[in-house]
């Protein structure tokens, strides 16, 4: 084996024991920065009581791994710093070094052959295992330890608060998912059961499904009740843009009218019924036809004259209660009621002058029909309202669900309650020296209850009751005889109700007296 091969392996042999003593101090060294790191992340989360999440542990590993390796690729020694090292650890005064630098310059011969031939002569006997490793025993104790405390930390279970604030998360997400899924199935409803286009156009399904689908399965109480108000709140608007409460109010006081007058009391009932669909149709049925025979068409017209002036009276009344001028338009529903009763006023005057009645009797059918699809409308808009008012119970409930369900309401079952505030002992009775005998034989003297037999059959009490004043003479003369009473008390007590009872007779005796 020639010199320059000697001398190459020796230098390949010794940086590579070099290189891998690095690698164990660089491993050291990044295990402590790593283990510190792990122990600051997993405080952050034991110290909320929550357990380090594996996928911390894993990365804080892999970084630490990546470090490691990209501190030992800059420190790892090339050729140059292996010669210089190997020079200095064995005392070979630059030998080696010198022989790199002469290669690198292609000296090879003569005074340049022989320093390579001593060079390698020199290495030829030399062990790289004679290049022991001294770790770092501070930074390996400390890594050691930071070890100790970051792996239990990685191992540390869940307070039992997080663990009920986690059961409680996977129960709410799951709540809001069957929520969710039933109202999406409400409103799928809604939108199935609104097939006409005079429906879709007032509610927009397309939107309505939108705002469902907007909801999402969450872990947060807060957060699911706020997107169920939310939504109530949208369909809520949705169903006040759809109602026609000052219509309902103006076609309430027209049936009030309408039934003071027994030949419109059935267009009354409908009315007060709020089936405007069926009215629709009566109305239509009351217009004039040619058709129809003569007597038929004017009791029809006269029945139509009847309703469109009662409820043009109670358009009247309803613009008084309100405060407002006569001029005032209140809706297109009370202008169509004051137009179809100014045809029909104007249809009479034109029979009685025997005039145009064709022209009139169009005008009077157009604006019929005209009143009638405005009491469909507003059957379907109170149709709509029903179904939008089901979609918002739905919201309510779904809110009252996830209230009613959290575990910090409080209270115990029933049966369960408990009262601390009672006590256990008792106070002693106190005589107050305040004490009564009584003597005497027990059932000895008269009963102070009566029991009376009546006779069967039907019967007439014939017993009277009169009111009359109580004696208490005899009662206190029973009393003071009691052998508890002494002899001296009896007569100065008996003595002095023979006066109450001689000053309450004087009165009287004057009142007798008297002219």
Not at 447 to 460: F, I, Q
């Amino acid at each position: 084996m020639s010199d320059c091969k000697i001398i190459e392996r020796f230098v390949a042999s010794v940086r590579r024991r070099v290189n891998r003593h690095q690698l164990w101090t660089t491993s050291i060294e990044s295990l402590v920065v790593g283990s510190a790191a792990w122990i600051v992340v997993g405080l952050c989360y034991v110290a909320r009581g929550y357990a380090l999440p594996a996928v911390w542990s894993a990365s804080i590993l892999l970084a630490t791994v990546l470090l490691a390796a990209a501190v030992w690729t800059v420190r790892r020694m090339n050729v140059e710093r292996t010669a210089r090292f190997a020079d200095h650890f064995f005392q070979l005064q630059d030998a080696v070094s010198s022989f790199l630098h002469f290669s690198s310059q292609n000296h090879r011969d003569g005074f340049y052959a022989l320093q390579a031939a001593q060079t390698a002569d020199r290495v030829a006997g030399l062990d790289s295992a004679a290049v022991r490793y001294r770790p770092p025993k501070r930074r390996l104790c400390l890594a050691v330890g930071l070890l100790a405390v970051a792996v239990p930390l990685s191992v540390w279970p869940p307070s039992d608060a997080v663990l009920r604030r986690m059961a409680e998360q996977r129960q709410i997400a799951t709540q809001t998912a069957q929520l969710n899924a039933d109202l999406r199935k409400e409103a799928d409803q809604l939108i199935e059961e609104t097939r006409d286009p005079d429906e879709q156009k007032l509610i927009e399904p397309d939107k309505l499904r939108e705002w469902v689908e907007r909801l999402k399965t969450t872990q947060d109480r807060a957060e699911a009740l706020r997107q169920y108000a939310r939504l109530e709140r949208k369909v809520d608007g949705l169903r006040q843009s759809v109602q026609r409460k000052r219509d309902e109010q103006l076609l309430d006081r027209a049936a009030s009218e309408l039934a003071k007058d027994p030949r419109t009391k059935s267009m009354a009932e409908t009315l007060s019924h709020k089936d405007y669909r069926r009215a629709a149709d009566k109305l239509k049925r009351l217009k004039p036809d040619p058709s129809k025979s003569p007597d038929q068409r004017r009791r029809d017209l006269a029945q139509l004259k009847t309703i469109a002036q009662r409820m043009a009276a109670a358009r009247s009344s309803a613009k008084t209660s309100n405060g407002e001028t006569g001029n005032e338009s209140d809706g297109a529903l009370a202008d169509q009621i004051a137009e179809l009763a100014e045809a029909m006023e104007k249809l009479d005057r034109l029979e009685e002058r025997q005039g145009k009645l064709c022209q009139c009797e169009s005008l009077c059918c157009e604006k019929t029909d005209k009143l009638a699809d405005t009491l469909k409308k507003l059957s379907i808009c109170r149709q709509l309202d029903g179904r939008l008012c089901k979609l918002c119970r739905c919201c309510s409930q779904c809110q009252g669900r996830m209230c009613c369900n959290s575990p910090n309401a409080g209270g115990h079952k029933a049966g369960w309650g408990t009262n601390q505030a009672r006590r256990d002992q008792r106070d002693a009775l106190i005589d107050n020296g305040q004490t009564t005998q009584l003597t005497g034989q027990k059932s000895a003297g008269p009963s102070s209850t009566t029991v009376e037999a009546a006779d069967s059959g039907d019967g007439v009490a014939t017993r009277r009751v009169t009111a009359r004043a109580r004696a208490f003479q005899h009662q206190f003369e029973s009393f003071v005889q009691r052998e508890d009473v002494p002899e001296a008390v009896r007569e100065g007590v008996k003595q002095y109700f023979q006066i109450i009872h001689e000053s309450d007779n004087e009165p009287s005796l004057k009142k007798e007296s008297a002219p």
